[in-house]
């Protein structure tokens, strides 16, 4: 395996949630999510940042992320504690989760820097094919509006299941995340990334960013 998608223990890391909720609630998810659990996490030792994210296409309309220092946080007591003693609040949301994807990522920092408005995301399909990110970043950093890329491969002992998943069968493909200042220049990106990869367009994703909470932030 090439050494940029080694995945040890000392790599950054990224919780990678993906999920529909039940329309009926989606009030009081968001409510939840700006209110206590995004702070919640950001707060856990480790952990750098966390990242909301919406689209108004697609069957999971919802993104969060989180980073970490490195995948030690996800077995420190601190995240373990938070993990096995969810509120009432949270156990309340989680069921009513759709089709969630949780993931635990180790990040590979592609090119760029930056956080944008939006996010173009591109499932890869399979590690031989995320090693190739490198040799289009060119390309795609040459679009007008992107800012950085970066792969995330699932790290699968770490990545247990939300409810709304099943365990069997599961589908644990690395994300290619183009971060850009505006929708239609990481749609752009996404696309270009699935043309050099022969990767099927409409497999593609762009969301807008919701909010950005750092957990240095928290501390003050």
């Known amino acids: 395996m090439d050494n940029h998608l080694r995945q040890d223990r000392d790599a950054m890391g990224e919780l990678f949630i993906w999920t529909d909720i039940d329309p009926a ?11 206590e ?12 940042w966390a990242r909301r994210y919406h689209t108004r296409n697609g069957e ?12 030690h946080t996800f077995g420190t007591e601190a995240y373990q504690q938070a993990f096995q003693h969810q509120t009432p609040w ?22 760029g820097v930056g956080t944008g408005g939006a996010l173009g ?14 040799a289009i970043a060119n390309t795609v950093m ?29 589908k644990l493909e690395p ?17 270009a990334v699935a043309a050099e990869l022969n990767l099927p367009a409409a497999q593609t994703h762009t969301f807008n960013l919701l909010w950005d909470l750092r957990s240095a932030d928290l501390a003050t």
Not at 29 to 35: A, E, I, K, S, V
Not at 121 to 134: H, I, Q, S
Not at 152 to 168: Q, V
């Open 142 to 170: 040459s679009i007008e509006g992107v800012l950085a890329l970066r792969v995330l491969t699932p790290e699968p002992s770490l990545s247990t299941p939300l409810p709304s998943e099943p365990a069997e069968g599961r």
């Open 90 to 111: 949270s156990i309340q949301n989680f069921a009513r989760m759709r089709n969630t994807n949780r993931r635990v990522m180790v990040v590979t920092l592609v090119a």
């Open 121 to 134: 995301m591109v499932p890869l399909g399979g590690t031989a094919t995320a090693e190739k990110a490198f």
């Open 25 to 35: 609630h989606e009030q009081d998810f968001n409510l939840w999510y700006d209110r």
């Open 175 to 191: 994300m290619l995340l183009v971060d850009a200042t505006n929708e239609p220049a990481a749609a752009a990106a996404a696309r």
């Open 60 to 71: 999971r309309p919802y993104l969060a992320l989180y980073r970490t220092e490195s995948l």
């Open 37 to 48: 659990h995004m702070a919640e996490r950001a707060r856990i030792p480790g952990f750098a």
